[in-house]
């Protein structure tokens, strides 16, 4: 009778850490790394980037972004996902009880000819390493810190509207830049379907540009995407029949 009332309770009460676990704003524990930043006093710093996105202000990132070392970056499959940083272990320049969430999308590339530790090859292979733009360093530590060692984490990137897909290509070559994606916010498989095909599945160009070989003028594009933490969303008939090159459309939005 007592055994019974016990596994009741287990069901109607589950444990706390299962929660916690599936919790909607983290994804990760967190863990060290360290920090630089760049001053972006020339607008064009905040265009570009490894992971393809253009210009960072119009694709509603603003200055919330982040270079990964090569430990960190995964060949460009991270691009789009948020991590929530914090200064530690320096009372000096941490600013206590800050933290900011960033959005990865850049690439820090390694420097050989430097020393990774302690020598200027910050980004070098194994160092974790994020940089920052100032004006996203200087919320969580003054800026004459510099290196700063930092604990991080993944969690749920929160976006508001739908993914927004843009179209580029030349005749049959398509390639879908996708970006504003919810959720895990790093693209792992992505699919297109038109009115006359079956889902085509598309390859990843670099960072979060996808592309494809294949006839798809004149019908309505779907898109089909999946995220790392393995949810798949659809969104049908995002393009219109008579969609064109350069054109931007949104689909629906991942949870958060």
């Given at each position: 009778?007592?055994?019974?009332?016990?596994?009741?309770?287990?069901?109607?009460?589950?444990?706390?850490?299962?929660?916690?676990?599936?919790?909607?704003?983290?994804?990760?524990?967190?863990?060290?790394?360290?920090?630089?930043?760049?001053?972006?006093?020339d607008p064009r710093d905040a265009i570009a980037g490894?992971?393809?996105?253009?210009?960072?202000?119009?694709?509603?990132?603003?200055?919330?972004?982040?270079?990964?070392?090569?430990?960190?970056?995964?060949?460009?499959?991270?691009?789009?996902?948020?991590?929530?940083?914090?200064?530690?272990?320096?009372?000096?320049?941490?600013?206590?009880?800050?933290?900011?969430?960033?959005?990865?999308?850049?690439?820090?590339?390694?420097?050989?000819?430097?020393?990774?530790?302690?020598?200027?090859?910050?980004?070098?292979?194994?160092?974790?390493?994020?940089?920052?733009?100032?004006?996203?360093f200087e919320k969580i530590a003054i800026w004459k810190?510099?290196?700063?060692?930092?604990?991080?984490?993944?969690?749920?990137?929160?976006?508001?509207?739908?993914?927004?897909?843009?179209?580029?290509?030349?005749?049959?070559?398509?390639?879908?830049?996708?970006?504003?994606?919810?959720?895990?916010?790093?693209?792992?498989?992505m699919k297109v379907k038109g009115s006359r095909t079956?889902?085509?599945?598309?390859?990843?160009?670099?960072?979060?540009?996808?592309?494809?070989?294949?006839?798809?003028?004149?019908?309505?594009?779907?898109?089909?995407?999946?995220?790392?933490?393995?949810?798949?969303?659809?969104?049908?008939?995002?393009?219109?029949?008579?969609?064109?090159?350069?054109?931007?459309?949104?689909?629906?939005?991942?949870?958060?």
């Open positions: 009778m007592l055994l019974t009332l016990l596994l009741l309770l287990l069901l109607i009460n589950p444990r706390s850490s299962t929660s916690d676990r599936s919790s909607p704003s983290s994804l990760s524990e967190w863990r060290t790394a360290r920090a630089t930043y760049y001053a972006a006093s490894a992971c393809g996105y253009g210009d960072l202000v119009k694709r509603g990132f603003g200055m919330a972004t982040v270079g990964l070392s090569t430990a960190m970056f995964e060949r460009g499959q991270i691009c789009g996902a948020c991590f929530e940083l914090r200064c530690v272990d320096d009372v000096r320049w941490c600013i206590p009880g800050t933290s900011i969430v960033v959005t990865a999308t850049n690439f820090c590339a390694p420097n050989y000819g430097l020393a990774g530790d302690g020598g200027g090859g910050h980004c070098n292979p194994p160092n974790k390493h994020f940089v920052l733009p100032i004006e996203a810190a510099s290196n700063m060692p930092v604990q991080y984490r993944r969690i749920k990137c929160i976006r508001e509207g739908g993914i927004r897909f843009i179209i580029d290509g030349s005749g049959y070559f398509i390639s879908v830049l996708i970006s504003n994606v919810a959720g895990a916010g790093d693209v792992v498989a079956g889902w085509l599945p598309m390859g990843r160009n670099w960072g979060q540009t996808w592309h494809i070989n294949a006839d798809l003028k004149n019908q309505p594009l779907s898109f089909e995407v999946t995220t790392s933490d393995g949810v798949t969303l659809t969104s049908f008939n995002v393009a219109p029949k008579d969609w064109n090159f350069g054109q931007s459309f949104i689909g629906k939005q991942f949870e958060s």
